[in-house]
């Protein structure tokens, strides 16, 4: 088969990347003919404050995109094109360039964009699903992207323009979603239920388990905002007895949670600042358990199916996707987000228990054998991508086909 991948890379290697980079490699190394259409955002570093203004209007629609693109697909006559990120360099238009041209497109969710301008219904501290209730001019009133009411007034014109064109209906073919729970946040938002594939990421290479654990937690992620690192440093002040913990990451309140945990005291927490993917996980690896504090609804956290593959359980807020991907008890433990008492407690029970501990890692192991590998994951993509195929085969020929909702006794990874 021959798939072309697309991809907007953001400013900062985040996860996203990382899903485009594994799912890339997966395709290659099953013998499909992948090629890669690619932007960058540091292109933007580079323009002028003229070529930014008109940058926004290019973000709703790019000429250069639907014409360079067009002319990818009639050299390359793909099968299919699967598409990560648009945002800001790429442009819808890249929808209707595969559409006119009559090539099958499947869109991956890994955030909520087209529904919330920011991406993360999270705003000034707090999950907000007022776009979703009520609009995404709601979002520019707040300033919701970047604290920019401009930048994301772009934004919120941009969906209200392909909205009305029917982009999101008739230029795409299916949708996958990472969770469960994302996709129900897409149907809330009128998404047809048939376009909607739950398929999660996966780990590779498969890092392995390590046996002989380390005395520490461990917390991987941005340090931004709503990740809420600053609950976890709260937690620490309430703990029964000393534990030490590795924060690794990077990101814009890095400065500020190091200030504080000094002020505070915590000897006991360790800032390890950004690390290669390789060096995060072989602290992982020996960790304990992994904290995940995000209080915003995260689609799939890749780091948790990196916790699981080293058959580490992980302590994460009860909210969206993770309370979905981490079962309560058996591979990790669940508390109240933004209660720091609450993890506290649960730290507290984790580390006096360290056989049951043992026991939950040993289940988040099984959990990504079954479910979070490479092989797990493969077949579930080419699904998606078979049912894109037949469909457009279909609407050429004139013939409307019949997407079956599978029963409950299949896989919900396969729910639509």
Same mark, same amino acid.
């Given at each position: 088969?021959?798939?072309?991948?697309?991809?907007?890379?953001?400013?900062?290697?985040?996860?996203?990347?990382?899903?485009?980079?594994?799912?890339?490699?997966?395709?290659?190394?099953?013998?499909?003919?992948?090629?890669?259409?690619?932007?960058?955002?540091?292109?933007?570093?580079?323009?002028?404050?003229?070529?930014?203004?008109?940058?926004?209007?290019?973000?709703?629609?790019?000429?250069?995109?639907?014409?360079?693109?067009?002319?990818?697909?009639?050299?390359?006559?793909?099968?299919?094109?699967?598409?990560?990120?648009?945002?800001?360099?790429?442009?819808?238009?890249?929808?209707?360039?595969?559409?006119?041209?009559?090539?099958?497109?499947?869109?991956?969710?890994?955030?909520?964009?087209?529904?919330?301008?920011?991406?993360?219904?999270?705003?000034?501290?707090?999950?907000?699903?007022?776009?979703?209730?009520?609009?995404?001019?709601?979002?520019?009133?707040?300033?919701?992207?970047?604290?920019?009411?401009?930048?994301?007034?772009?934004?919120?014109?941009?969906?209200?323009?392909?909205?009305?064109?029917?982009?999101?209906?008739?230029?795409?073919?299916?949708?996958?979603?990472?969770?469960?729970?994302?996709?129900?946040?897409?149907?809330?938002?009128?998404?047809?239920? $048939?376009? /909607?594939?739950? %398929?999660? @990421?996966?780990?590779?290479?498969? !890092?392995?388990?390590?046996?002989?654990? #380390?005395?520490? =937690?461990?917390?991987?992620?941005?340090?931004?905002?709503?990740?809420?690192?600053?609950?976890?440093?709260?937690?620490?002040?309430?703990?029964?007895?000393?534990?030490?913990?590795?924060?690794?990451?990077?990101?814009?309140?890095?400065?500020?949670?190091?200030?504080?945990?000094?002020?505070?005291?915590?000897?006991?927490?360790?800032?390890?600042?950004?690390?290669?993917?390789?060096?995060?996980?072989?602290?992982?690896?020996?960790?304990?358990?992994?904290?995940?504090?995000?209080?915003?609804?995260?689609?799939?956290?890749?780091?948790?199916?990196?916790?699981?593959?080293?058959?580490?359980?992980?302590?994460?807020?009860?909210?969206?996707?993770?309370?979905?991907?981490?079962?309560?008890?058996?591979?990790?433990?669940?508390?109240?987000?933004?209660?720091? $008492?609450? /993890?506290?407690? %649960?730290? @507290?029970?984790?580390?006096?228990? !360290?056989?049951?501990?043992?026991?939950? #890692?040993?289940? =988040?192991?099984?959990?990504?054998?079954?479910?979070?590998?490479?092989?797990?994951?493969?077949?579930?993509?080419?699904?998606?991508?078979?049912?894109?195929?037949?469909?457009?085969?279909?609407?050429?020929?004139?013939?409307?086909?019949?997407?079956?909702?599978?029963?409950?006794?299949?896989?919900?990874?396969?729910?639509?």
């Amino acid at each position: 088969m021959k798939i072309i991948i697309v991809h907007n890379h953001y400013k900062q290697h985040g996860g996203e990347d990382v899903v485009f980079d594994q799912e890339r490699e997966l395709l290659k190394r099953k013998g499909h003919d992948v090629q890669v259409y690619c932007r960058h955002n540091s292109e933007i570093d580079s323009y002028t404050g003229v070529q930014r203004l008109v940058l926004l209007r290019k973000a709703i629609w790019a000429d250069d995109t639907y014409r360079d693109f067009g002319e990818v697909l009639r050299r390359e006559k793909p099968d299919i094109v699967h598409i990560h990120n648009i945002w800001v360099m790429i442009s819808p238009s890249i929808y209707w360039a595969c559409h006119d041209a009559g090539v099958p497109v499947v869109q991956t969710f890994h955030n909520y964009r087209l529904m919330c301008p920011a991406g993360t219904f999270f705003r000034e501290g707090k999950t907000c699903e007022e776009c979703l209730d009520h609009g995404q001019w709601r979002s520019v009133l707040h300033g919701c992207y970047r604290d920019s009411r401009s930048i994301t007034a772009a934004k919120a014109l941009m969906l209200a323009v392909h909205r009305r064109k029917g982009t999101w209906t008739n230029a795409i073919d299916y949708f996958i979603t990472l969770s469960q729970f994302s996709r129900n946040q897409y149907l809330r938002g009128g998404f047809s239920p $048939e376009k /909607l594939f739950v %398929k999660p @990421n996966f780990v590779y290479p498969d !890092p392995g388990v390590c046996m002989d654990k #380390g005395d520490y =937690a461990v917390f991987v992620g941005r340090l931004s905002p709503e990740k809420r690192v600053s609950t976890v440093l709260d937690a620490w002040t309430r703990l029964s007895s000393p534990v030490q913990l590795l924060i690794i990451g990077g990101g814009p309140e890095a400065g500020q949670l190091e200030a504080d945990a000094a002020a505070r005291g915590l000897t006991d927490v360790h800032f390890k600042g950004h690390l290669p993917r390789e060096q995060g996980l072989e602290f992982m690896r020996r960790a304990r358990f992994l904290i995940f504090s995000s209080e915003w609804y995260e689609n799939f956290p890749v780091t948790i199916a990196e916790a699981f593959a080293c058959g580490v359980p992980v302590i994460c807020s009860r909210m969206g996707a993770m309370q979905e991907i981490v079962e309560d008890g058996r591979t990790g433990l669940h508390f109240t987000p933004g209660n720091a $008492e609450d /993890l506290a407690a %649960k730290v @507290n029970w984790a580390w006096r228990h !360290p056989d049951r501990l043992q026991q939950m #890692g040993e289940e =988040a192991r099984q959990e990504y054998e079954s479910k979070y590998t490479d092989e797990k994951n493969y077949p579930l993509l080419m699904n998606i991508y078979q049912h894109a195929i037949s469909k457009r085969d279909s609407k050429s020929q004139g013939v409307e086909l019949e997407v079956r909702a599978p029963d409950s006794s299949e896989t919900p990874a396969l729910v639509r």
